[in-house]
């Protein structure tokens, strides 16, 4: 049996993303099972899955992350095709440590277009 899903019906924050990645910070064993930023990528590519499942489009706050990957890539001076998941995993101790180092990196990248700003003034 196929059930739809009317989508007009659905009440959805839209900007929503943000805030769930702190969610995720301040508790990641209960989102993510374990601390594990490979979890966290799985984790992450469910969430775009079953927005795009449900006909939903990225909102702007994961838009603002499209050039994390080439990003992290120039940072870290990575040319080859790993995700962002698994370069930040490679420069760190263990699972635990990426989890961290992935919260700060993404506040790092959002923030490059604000200091940016700043300089030109």
Same mark, same amino acid.
């Given at each position: 049996?196929?059930?739809?899903?009317?989508?007009?019906?659905?009440?959805?924050?839209?900007?929503? %993303?943000?805030?769930?990645?702190?969610?995720?910070?301040?508790?990641?064993?209960?989102?993510?099972?374990?601390?594990?930023?490979?979890?966290?990528?799985?984790?992450?590519?469910?969430? @775009?899955?079953?927005?795009?499942? =449900?006909?939903?489009?990225?909102?702007?706050?994961?838009?603002?992350?499209?050039?994390?990957?080439?990003?992290?890539?120039?940072?870290?001076?990575?040319?080859?095709?790993?995700?962002?998941?698994?370069?930040?995993? %490679? %420069?760190?101790?263990? @699972?635990?440590?990426?989890?961290?180092?992935? %919260?700060? =990196?993404?506040? @790092?990248?959002?923030?490059?277009?604000?200091?940016?700003?700043?300089?030109?003034?």
């Amino acid at each position: 049996m196929v059930t739809e899903v009317n989508v007009n019906k659905l009440d959805i924050k839209d900007e929503y %993303f943000f805030d769930l990645l702190q969610r995720i910070k301040q508790r990641p064993g209960m989102y993510l099972g374990k601390c594990s930023i490979s979890r966290l990528r799985a984790f992450l590519n469910g969430y @775009e899955m079953a927005r795009a499942e =449900l006909g939903f489009p990225d909102t702007e706050q994961q838009q603002q992350l499209e050039g994390f990957q080439e990003w992290i890539q120039e940072r870290y001076k990575i040319t080859s095709t790993h995700g962002w998941d698994s370069i930040i995993l %490679f %420069f760190s101790a263990d @699972e635990k440590d990426a989890l961290d180092k992935f %919260f700060k =990196l993404v506040e @790092e990248f959002l923030n490059q277009d604000k200091i940016a700003e700043e300089k030109d003034k």
